[in-house]
């Protein structure tokens, strides 16, 4: 189940809008998703989703909307008493309709099947990126993680140099030492160095990588995941964005795919955060922020800036100043504080 803080902001050209509900421990869980495909000349939008229990898949369907219609057209649609398979070619209806079961998606099975649809839907989730930051589990891994190509390509090494010269300039270099392996292990370990320009010299002092700053590791995490995602044009979902890193070193992360003449891929971040400094009408549009808000019963309900309607049914004007409004309630989704008062002396 996933873990939301108390705002997500999306960031980017394409849309795309999780749904996640769950009722009680024996109710099903539904999810849904809204995108466009990378270097979909036609701009045609998609509308996927589908309902699980424990014992499976009780709903799931596929929907496809062209740029210029105004209703979505069903691509397929399955329940426990329908199965609808139109939208495919006569012998991968067949196909699907032999192999089908309760614990399998269509678009899994089409996937492999080899249907062009079904391929499409699988590899576009499959090209998107997470990074968790709050997970120490998942931290370790990410700090550990080298750039394509970074051990045996100088220009990729230097391409990373670029990149933390972005937030830091005193880092000019890196050198790798391939390690002994141990025992029978077959894992490939490497002994990487940051080399520093020293003060008042033209020489090069050498620092283990893992003993750089939090921040600077976890700039470091992100590099190959950012890489892949400008690239293939994909979602980038971070966890935590704001952790460890300095206001400003995260204004300029977003900067990079609000840029066009970078993100040409119209790549899409969509991240968690606590700060609100980013709460700003010189920085994002209404639409891109959204906040999550939790009810006593513990249920929380996503929205949107954009659809924010107050008492008076007025609705956000685009020049207000966001994050002054959300810290005095304006917008809901803050936390309910009492006061600390259990270190209280009798």
Wanted: glycine content about 4%; aromatic content about 12%.
């Amino acid at each position: 189940m996933t873990e939301f803080s108390d705002r997500v902001v999306s960031i980017g050209s394409e849309k795309i809008l999780p749904v996640a509900a769950i009722y009680g421990a024996n109710a099903e869980s539904s999810f849904e998703v809204y995108f466009t495909l990378p270097g979909d000349k036609a701009e045609k939008t998609y509308n996927y989703g589908f309902c699980i229990d424990k014992e499976g898949v009780t709903e799931e369907w596929l929907n496809s909307k062209a740029k210029t219609a105004r209703k979505y057209s069903p691509v397929f649609y399955r329940n426990a008493d329908e199965l609808d398979l139109s939208g495919f070619p006569k012998s991968s209806r067949d196909n699907i309709q032999v192999a089908l079961e309760k614990q399998v998606l269509i678009i899994s099975l089409g996937a492999k099947l080899k249907i062009g649809k079904c391929k499409d839907i699988r590899d576009w989730f499959l090209a998107n990126a997470f990074a968790n930051f709050a997970d120490s589990v998942t931290n370790y891994f990410m700090y550990r993680r080298l750039p394509k190509g970074f051990v045996s390509d100088k220009s990729v090494q230097q391409k990373v140099v670029e990149y933390f010269a972005s937030f830091d300039e005193h880092i000019k270099d890196f050198r790798i030492e391939k390690m002994p392996q141990e025992g029978d292990s077959k894992e490939e370990k490497y002994k990487i160095d940051a080399l520093h320009k020293m003060m008042g010299s033209d020489e090069l002092a050498e620092i283990p990588l893992e003993l750089e700053s939090a921040g600077t590791l976890k700039m470091f995490a992100l590099y190959p995941e950012l890489q892949e995602v400008l690239e293939k044009g994909s979602v980038f979902f971070i966890d935590e964005l704001n952790a460890r890193l300095h206001p400003l070193l995260v204004r300029n992360f977003l900067l990079t795919f609000l840029n066009p003449e970078i993100n040409t891929n119209h790549a899409l971040l969509v991240f968690t955060t606590h700060d609100t400094w980013q709460l700003s009408n010189q920085l994002l549009r209404r639409d891109e922020i959204w906040f999550v808000e939790k009810d006593e019963e513990g249920v929380s309900t996503l929205y949107s800036l954009a659809d924010f309607v107050d008492e008076d049914g007025t609705r956000i004007r685009k020049d207000e100043s966001y994050e002054k409004n959300y810290l005095i309630g304006k917008y809901g989704a803050i936390p309910t504080l009492k006061s600390i008062d259990i270190f209280k002396e009798d």
